[in-house]
C-alpha cells in the first residue's frame, strides 16, 4: 500500500517536473510557432505522466484515468495543428533564426514544382546563419 | 510520504499555472493568448485529478474528462474564428 503510493508519487512528481518546463517554454520562447511546440509536447507527456502516478497509486481509477489519458493524446496534436494553421494563414510573423517555410512554399507553387532544392536552401541559411 | 509527494507534484503543477499565465496577460497577439489558455486548462485537468485524488472523491475525474472536452471545443472554435470568422 505505500510502496504504491510512493512510486505513484514519483511519476506524479516527474510528470510534474514537465508541466513546469512546458509553462516555462510557453513564456521564453521567441515565436509563437515554437511556443505551440513547448507547450503541446511537454504538457501532454506531463500529463500523461501525472494520470500515470494516479493510477498506480488508486488503482480502482483506471479505466476513467485510462480514458482520460486517450482523450489527451488524441486532442492535444489536433488542437495545436488547427493553432498553427490559423496562425500561418493570419500571417504571424516567424522570428529571424526560422531556416525554412515549407507551407508557404507549397501554396505559393501549388505543387508544380518538386521541392528538390530544399537541401541546398537550408545548407545556405545555416550557414549565413553561422556568421551572424 | 506517499502523500507528501503528491501534495508537491501539485504544487509544482501550481506554480506552472501561474508561470504560463504570465503569457496570457502579456502576449501580444490573439493566438498568443489562445495558446497560454490551452497549457492552462491541460495543467488544469492534471489540478482537478490530483485534488480528487487528495481527497478520495472519484466524481472529480469524470469532471476533468468533461473539462477537457470543453477545452478542446474552445480552443478549436477560437482558431476557427480567428482565421477566417465563424
Keep these: ?132 | 510520504m506517499g502523500n507528501m509527494l503528491f501534495l508537491a507534484s501539485a504544487l509544482i503543477a501550481l506554480v506552472a499555472l501561474g508561470v504560463s499565465a504570465i503569457r496570457f496577460f502579456r502576449g501580444p497577439d490573439t493566438l498568443d493568448r489562445v495558446v497560454a489558455f490551452d497549457v492552462i486548462t491541460i495543467i488544469s485537468i492534471s489540478l482537478i485529478a490530483i485534488i480528487g485524488f487528495i481527497m478520495q472523491r472519484s466524481v472529480l475525474i469524470d469532471v476533468a474528462l468533461v473539462y477537457a472536452l470543453l477545452s478542446f471545443l474552445g480552443v478549436i472554435i477560437i482558431a476557427k474564428y480567428v482565421e477566417r470568422g465563424l
Design chain 1, 1 to 132: 500500500m505505500e510502496i504504491t503510493m510512493i512510486a505513484g508519487g514519483v511519476v506524479s512528481l516527474s510528470g510534474s517536473l514537465f508541466l513546469l518546463l512546458g509553462a516555462l517554454g510557453v513564456v521564453r520562447m521567441p515565436d509563437l510557432f515554437n511556443r505551440i511546440q513547448a507547450g503541446t509536447k511537454a504538457t501532454t507527456l506531463g500529463t500523461m505522466l501525472f494520470l500515470a502516478g494516479i493510477a498506480i497509486a488508486e488503482p480502482s481509477w483506471i479505466p476513467k484515468l485510462l480514458l482520460l489519458i486517450l482523450f489527451i493524446i488524441f486532442t492535444n496534436p489536433v488542437s495545436s495543428h488547427v493553432l498553427a494553421r490559423s496562425a500561418h494563414h493570419t500571417g504571424i510573423r516567424m522570428s529571424d533564426k526560422t531556416v525554412v517555410d515549407h507551407l508557404a512554399k507549397t501554396t505559393e507553387q501549388r505543387g508544380s514544382e518538386s521541392l528538390q532544392g530544399d537541401e541546398q536552401e537550408i545548407a545556405a541559411a545555416k550557414s549565413k546563419g553561422g556568421e551572424r
